[in-house]
């Protein structure tokens, strides 16, 4: 058995309202072991045998669909890949202690070099990004109210779908949940 996190993206969001132990609840019929929610955002630490791979996203997607009536985006991570993730250096320490906020998108598969071209127009003197693999860093240096950078915008440019999550969450997901 491994240990992993599903983020799964409009949870607790634009009227999407899901109680955390219904998810628990899906994730265990699913027949997934040692279920627990972190944060009432959508994310689901879990214990399965199967492997952390698109098909895997895609059961839990059409699972969570037919319970609740609207697709869920699912990105599935291993406790290594997180513990990884939270420690990756995108950016300068200067450049992370002089900004607002470090964002991390779970993409499904690395970008195109299309997409990433794409991502990369839209950099501006608020919003840095950096790729690695699956995984976005968005660096803001200012409120996120003031940046034109959105996941909308982010979903557009690439043509495809992600979540996002603060890297204090990534770190604490971590920390919490380490890989054995």
Excluded at 2 to 18: M, P, S, T
Excluded at 127 to 154: A, I, M, P
Aim: aromatic share 10%; with cysteine.
């Amino acid at each position: 058995m491994a240990r992993y996190v599903a983020f799964l993206r409009a949870i607790n969001v634009g009227g999407h309202i899901v109680k955390m132990d219904t998810l628990r609840d899906l994730f265990t019929a699913h027949g997934f072991s040692n279920v627990e929610t972190f944060i009432a955002s959508g994310n689901v630490i879990f214990e399965s045998k199967s492997a952390a791979d698109k098909k895997l996203e895609l059961a839990i997607e059409k699972r969570l669909e037919s319970a609740l009536g609207y697709t869920v985006a699912t990105f599935v991570r291993s406790v290594a890949e997180i513990a990884a993730i939270s420690v990756y250096q995108p950016f300068s320490s200067a450049a992370l202690k002089a900004s607002r906020t470090l964002n991390i998108g779970f993409l499904r598969e690395p970008l195109s070099p299309s997409a990433l071209k794409a991502l990369m127009s839209l950099k501006t003197p608020i919003d840095d990004f950096h790729v690695q693999g699956r995984e976005l860093y968005w660096l803001c240096r200012k409120g996120q109210s003031e940046s034109t950078f959105s996941n909308k915008v982010f979903e557009r440019a690439i043509q495809g779908v992600s979540t996002f999550r603060n890297a204090t969450t990534i770190a604490r997901l971590a920390a919490k949940y380490p890989a054995a």
